[in-house]
């Protein structure tokens, strides 16, 4: 399988501040990246489409505005939780898709918004 | 779109017996099915998958049957373990489109 990697793993801050998240690609060149939240006992929610190099494709009731996210290299894809409230806190993971279409996913990271 | 019903919820089971988990989706049109194995605060990791052009895999202790047909699927795992014990998530999608994933089966496996 592939390793991707997220960073931080877990962050804490404070309501109305933004927050970067960075997801990597250690061993592909993933032109397609997916960001998801998970909230506690959930399913995966998708919540965008990261292609390198052109914007992302939000999915329906996903805020871009809220939630930015750039993809400018071919290892790497950032999602920033921009002006974060209570109700932003989540568990967020990304994952890359390789040639078959297999999507493999990074460790997380644990939002917790104060 | 597609959707995925999974069942059951969850799933008890005694260690050495088999486990089942159940999938449905709903577009004839998706032909990749992953299952993902999800443990407490860790990522989702891939344990196997089936394309449509085949009707079961295998792969040591797991297997994927595909009943295209009823637009079904389902993962078997035999010989459970403690360690098998987790969330385990079916998914679908259309190629190299994005996954729908089933809501998730919670399996513990009682020594």
């Known amino acids: 399988g592939a390793v991707v990697s997220q960073h931080p793993s877990w962050v804490i801050c404070k309501s109305g501040t933004s927050v970067k998240i960075e997801c990597r690609s250690l061993?592909?060149?993933?032109?397609?990246m997916f960001w998801y939240r998970q909230f506690p006992k959930q399913s995966l929610m998708l919540m965008a489409t990261?292609?390198?190099?052109?914007?992302?494709?939000?999915e329906q009731g996903v805020e871009k505005d809220k939630f930015l996210i750039n993809h400018a290299s071919l290892t790497l894809s950032t999602l920033t939780v921009t002006s974060a409230h209570p109700e932003d806190s989540s568990f967020y993971i990304c994952?890359?898709?390789?040639?078959?279409?297999?999507?493999?996913f990074g460790p997380g990271t644990r939002l917790t918004v104060t | 779109g597609e959707n995925v019903e999974q069942h059951p919820s969850t799933l008890s089971v005694q260690e050495g017996d088999s486990a089942v988990i159940k999938c449905t989706y709903s577009?004839?049109?998706?032909?990749?099915f992953p299952w993902y194995k999800q443990e407490l605060g860790k990522r989702p990791q891939l344990i196997i998958d089936?394309?449509?052009?085949?009707g079961e895999k295998k792969d040591q202790r797991i297997a994927v049957t595909l009943n295209k047909t009823a637009k079904h699927f389902s993962l078997h795992i035999t010989e459970t373990q403690p360690e098998d014990s987790a969330v385990y998530f079916c998914?679908?999608?259309?190629?190299?489109?994005?996954?729908?994933f089933g809501k998730g089966t919670m399996l513990l496996v009682s020594p």
């Open positions: 994952s890359e898709q390789q040639g078959g279409g297999e999507q493999y």
């Open positions: 061993d592909f060149q993933a032109t397609t």
């Open positions: 990261s292609n390198e190099g052109s914007k992302a494709t939000y």
């Open positions: 577009d004839s049109a998706s032909n990749y």
């Open positions: 089936i394309r449509s052009n085949v």
């Open positions: 998914a679908a999608s259309i190629g190299y489109s994005t996954l729908t």
